[in-house]
Structure formats: C-alpha cells, structure tokens
C-alpha cells in the first residue's frame, strides 16, 4: 500500500514524537509498503493561529500523489490528524492537551491565558468531536491517551503500543551507585520533584539526570534547588547523551526514577524495562502506570518528596530486590507483545478486519 | 456554570446597578457568579450572592475569566458606567445584555473623553452611512447640538460587534439586532422584584385630590410639557396635583410651563429622594405620567416599579411601551399627545376605579412576566447558547483570516466577493455554517 503519515512539526524540536513517526515510517517500509511522511508545521501562539492550522489541515487533498492513489492515511498528531482522506486511520499520540486535561493547570495551561481561550478550546473540542471519527479505526499510543479521549470527547480508541527506538539494544549492566532519570528537563518532567525528594531520603542516593532543558531559565533553576535543598553533591547532570552512552547508563543504573506528571505513554519506562531496571513512578504519572506494578517490577508512590524519597531509598538499599524486579520488568515488556509487526498489523489491516 | 458579570453595581446611581441588585439572589441560586467591576467600592450586600472582584485594566489575568464559561456585560448608553465594560467586552466576547437600543451618547463620551472625535465620527459612518457621519461631525464641529443628530443613528453595533449573543429586552431592539450580525439574540421580559403586593381601596381611590406623578430623569423627551398642556386645558384641572420627583432638565422653565397652564402651586418639585420616600410617594399616587417620545427603545425599570406600586400609567405607544397591553397601562400616539392625555385624564376622573383596576393589572403582568426567577433561567439558558456560538465565531475568523490571505494575491475584487469560498472553507472545517441564529420571545411571545 501507499500510506502516508500525518503528523505536525514545531520547527527546531525534536523529541518522542518525531522518533515516533521515524520508526513508524521504517516498519512500514519493513512490511513492503511504500511509505512517506507529511509534517505540517505548527504554531500555538497565538491561540488564534491554532484555528489556522486546523483550517490549513482541512484544505489539503492527501487522496493521491502524482497520479497514485494515497491508499492510507495514519493520523497521529493535532491538527494534521484533521486531513481529509476516504482510508483514514488514527494513531494518536495525544490530542492539544492545553485544550484538555492541561486548560485549568496552574502551571501548564497556556491556552486559557489568550483572551479567546475558551472559545478556541470549545472549537478545538468540536473539531475532535466531529472529525475524529472520520477515521474508520481509532487507535491511541496507550490506555491514558485512550481515556483521555473517552472522558473529553466520549470517543473510544484503541491502546496500541509500540517499542522505543533502539529496543534491541538495551542491556543490563552491573549496577553502579545512581539512579538514572533520562528525559528533557521541564516541568512536567517534574525533576524538581526528585532534587526534593532526594533532601528526604536516609540513604546516599545519587540521581543521574540526562537531557537537555526545555529553557535555560529551568535548568538554573533546577541547580539552584539542588544547591539550597543541600543535595547537589548527590545529583549529577549528564546533559544530552548520545544513543550508546544512553543505553549505557540505564545498564549501569540501579534503577530509574521517572515520576513525570501525566505522561502520555512513558518511552522511559519500556527502555528501563528493557536494561531490566526497576522504575519508580508516582501514581498521577498517567502512562507509566500501564507498565510499571507496584512491588513487583518497581514501585508507585505518591506525588509527594517524602514518598519518593521511600522509594528512592529502598531500590538503594535493596540491591537484590531492584535486581528481581528489573527482571521481571523485562520480561512483563516481553509478555506484552509490544512489537512494530503488530503496530503494522493493526494499522493497515483492511476495513471490517479489525 | 460559572458567569463571570459586568455591571454597574450599587450604589451607583443606574438601574442597571439596581437591575444587578435585584436579580443576583436568583441568578445566584442557578450559577456561580463573580461580579467584576472597577469600582472602588461596593454594597456589600451583593457579597451574600457573588463574589465581587476587582480588575484594573491594565493588569487583569485572561486566565481568571476563562475559569469561568462565560463572561456577560451589561451595556447602557451612559459612558461613565459602561466605557470599561464595553472595552473588556472587546477583549474578550461574551454576552451583551443590552439595556438601551441607542448606544450613541455612550460612544460619543466615550471618543470625546480620548481626546478622538474621528473614532466616534469613523464609528458613526461605518454603522451608519455618511448622513450619519457628517452630523456627528457637525456635532463635534459644534455646529449642532447633540440632540439634532438623528434618533435613527442608534450606534449599537459597536456596543454588540463579536459578540457571543445579546439579551435584549424589546421587540425594537429585537428587530433592529436582528439585522446587525451574525450572532444570537434573545428577547426577554426585563426583571422586577417587586415588594408584597398591597392592594389599594377602592373607597380611598375615589376620593380626590388625584396626585399625578412622574419620577426618574426628565428630559423633554419625557413630554412633561404636553402633559402641562393636556392637563391645563381640563376644566377640571384643579382635581389633580403633580408631583416631579428625580431631576429635570430645565426646572424654571417647568415651572414656568406650569404658570402658563394655569397650574401654579400644583406642580412640585421634589429633586431626588430616598427610594423609600419615593415608594411611599407611588403608593400614595393615583396616575403616573410614564411618557417617552423619542424613546431610547428599551424596557422601562421605571414603568415596572409603577406596575410594582399597582399604580395605573400614561405611556407614550412606541417602543417597548407599544408593547404592553391596553388593560395594564393608558396608551397615548406621539402624533396626538396632547388631546390622548386630556382624554385619559378625563376618563379618570369620570371612572377612577377602571384606572385602580388597571393598575391591578399591571401588577399581575409584572408579576407574571417580569420574576427574576423566570429572567434568571433565560439568562441560563441563552448562556449555553452563547458558549456554543463561540467556536463559530472563531472558525468564521479563521476562515477570514484565510480569504484575507488570499486577498495578498487575488487580482481584483474584496473580502466580500470571496464570500462563496469563505462558507465553503467554514463549512469545510467543522460542518458549521455562519448562519444567524435568531431566537424570539423567551417563554413565547406575549402578543400572542
């Protein structure tokens, strides 16, 4: 088949989103088919512009190229998912969150600070509500991008999930003496959270934080926390890593703390579980909790600095219990199925042969 | 649902402030609601329903307004009340309870006060016509006096462009907002809460002398010299008294009036007073004069409070008082003012119980259609409907703002040629269309 993926680009970001469709587009071409991608830039200030790029998503005719019929088009990102096209299907990876769960957000939510705010958001609401079934099957990234979509748009979607980029070549190591949190550094991440909770903890844990800053503002700010909660000797700053040095540090890690707030699906949690290390997460970190069982593969905590320092502690402690569970974390990755064949699979199967 | 209002608010002296007052306990039992304002103070009563809050223009968070689902303003003709609620209405739209169809005294203040005639002079050819905008020229060139610019030239669409929907409170209104956008509108009957209904005895009623009234602020519109003229050429003239109370215009030249007529010592001026001393004086009065020519074409607050006292009135057959029903209030023609008032003043002293009894119907129409309950419910309701209009509203722009780009390149023609493409990029987006939405009567049309 021709099938072309429909996905939106902020110009000089590259992030999970865009190895994503990367990967995707690969599996495809894998499977045999002729694959290519469409990446519509995108702009989300000021709100208006929004409405622009949804309008510019609803112009474009995908349904051939160059005189070849397109045979599919996968939707995965806001608002390039709204092109029009007879063979639709969707793969999401999350809906304009500042219109969703993100409006009311103390600190997330951008969209209600525009004078049109809550005239955009309902039109964005309106927009998913009526296009989104276009597509004859809906799927989702995971379970939280499902429910998500179920609470605000009663729009049911299916999980499906996939491997992160490089799964073959994560490995595990002898554990060193840090715990490993790699991710970009920004508020929801929440490393604030972690320097916090490591003034709480009994035991010398060290974090090892690898990513570079959403803005140079939050990175000095994180140093400055760490130095005033009297913790930067335990916190070492790794800045960006290339992919070996990555898979290197999760081997060499006793285990990982990810607690981000509401993540879409958690690619750090699946890489963890794949060097076979534990994840410490907390309980309104959205995605991760799909993977991540508490007691057995890792551990759920509360949101708070003292619950994480618990945690925190005990994978330091506890050397041979961080080592079963990362054990058995690999193996409930495995037990999974999550693989690029199925993603494959589950996309281009025929209409009616769901 | 969480209404963020715009109003005056007491004490300052409107019955818009008065109108809020009244209407928030019910208004408060059907939704949260924050009364914003710039005033540096308030009766604190209003507390008891809504939280009251303070913004300064300056400085206020589009945050804290989009926590609520909807904001609302209410827009009058006096710029020193409604200048700041009209600019935030600009800023963020909402829905306008527009409380006078004629909104040119507001903008012209409003223009004069920045310092920027050719705004109101713009405003009034743009809405207008250039008819419109010479005379508000010729105004500000003091050529004219305010009063010979055109009735006609109302200047309410600026008061309800981008709006979400206005609530008006007349079938003039309705019609005239109608015709202005693409926005809903609603009819509703404007609130009264009114005091326990006390009925007047009819033994008492009969007896003279017979105590005409008229309240509020007089102007000549308020046609108190044709009712000087009608009531001085009665033989009986002698069976009645006026009372004035509120500010006029010109006193002297009342007074002076009132000589010529013969009435001399009959009429009184009483300026403003307590609004108890002022119920007592409509409990104790048997005729209000409640006339309006030109009118500005809204609901009357003063008529209901006379409907309130069960006090039979005179009204002039136009606007919202062309509205109201034979049995509840004396209806007199602008064309024939003065022999229509003579007659109703005779008619009353040949039949004053007819006129007690008409007054008694006023009261039961205030009560039945005028109940801050029922108004507070249609407020409700029409909220939703403006809360749905708003992703129209932006989609519209959007596909404007697309047409307009395209204008960068398209040889020839304008943005309204393009009108053909436009609804088909609207309609191609989200399956709605810029077709006006057009509501009537709330509860049903009473003329019906």
Sequence with gaps: ?354 | MKLNWFSPLPPLRTGIADYTAALLPALAERADVALWTRQESWDPSLEAFAEVRRYEQAWFSYKEFNQGDLNIYHLGNNADFHSEIWEMSRLVPGMVILHDLSLRHLFARYYQLQGNPAGFIGEMGRWHGPEAAAQAESFFNAQIPFEEVSEHFTLCGPGVEGCLGTLVHSQMAFEELRKLGSFPVLLAHLPHSARPFVARSPEAWGQGPFRLIVFGFIGPNRRLEQALEALGGLAEKDAFTLDVYGSVWDPERLLQCASAQGLAGRVRLHGFVPEAELDDALGSAHLALNLRNPTMGEASASQLRIFESSLPAIVTRTGWYGTLPEEAVAQVDPIDEVPQIRAHLASFLSDPERFRVMGERGRQLLEQRHSPAQYAQDILSFSEVCIAQGPREVAMEAALRAVRNGQAWIRGGDVASNVATLASSVEAFSGLTSARIVMGWAGGDPRS
């Design chain 1, 1 to 354: 088949m021709r099938v072309l993926l429909a996905t939106t680009q902020v110009p000089f970001v590259t992030g999970g989103a865009e190895n994503l469709v990367q990967e995707l587009q690969a599996a495809l071409q894998r499977s045999g088919h002729l694959t290519d991608t469409v990446a519509l830039p995108f702009k989300w200030y000021p709100a208006e512009r929004i409405l622009d790029h949804m309008l510019a998503s609803r112009m474009y005719d995908l349904t051939e190229s160059s005189g070849h019929a397109v045979d599919l088009l996968v939707g995965l990102k806001f608002p390039a998912y709204f092109i029009p096209h007879p063979n639709k299907v969707m793969w999401i990876m999350h809906q304009h969150r500042s219109a969703y769960d993100l409006w009311a957000h103390p600190q997330f939510g951008d969209l209600l600070t525009w004078p049109k705010g809550r005239m955009i958001r309902n039109a964005i609401h309106e927009a998913d509500c009526a296009l989104l079934p276009e597509a004859h099957r809906i799927f989702t990234i995971s379970k939280r991008v499902a429910e998500r979509m179920r609470h605000y748009c009663d729009i049911e979607a299916t999980p499906l999930y996939h491997p992160p980029k490089m799964a073959d070549s994560f490995f595990c190591g002898p554990a060193g003496d840090y715990l490993f949190y790699p991710s970009r550094l920004s508020p929801l991440k929440r490393q604030d959270l972690v320097i916090q909770a490591l003034a709480h903890t009994s035991q010398p844990v060290v974090v090892a934080f690898a990513g570079t800053p959403d803005s140079s503002e939050y990175e000095v700010q994180l140093k400055a926390m760490a130095q005033e909660a009297g913790v930067a000797d335990r916190v070492i700053w790794l800045g960006r890593l290339s992919e070996e040095e990555k898979l290197d540090r999760y081997a060499k890690s006793v285990g990982v703390v990810f607690p981000p707030w509401d993540e879409d699906y958690g690619y750090i949690t699946l890489e963890a579980m794949l060097s076979e290390k534990p994840v410490i997460t907390c309980s309104d970190s959205g995605g991760t909790l799909e993977f991540v069982l508490d007691g057995k593969t890792g551990l759920v905590t509360e949101p708070l600095p003292e619950s994480l320092a618990g945690a925190m502690d005990l994978l330091w402690e506890k050397r041979a219990v961080a080592a079963e569970w990362g054990k058995a974390g690999r193996a409930r990755y495995y037990g999974l199925g999550i693989t690029w064949e199925r993603v494959v699979q589950s996309l281009t199967a025929p209409r009616g042969h769901e």
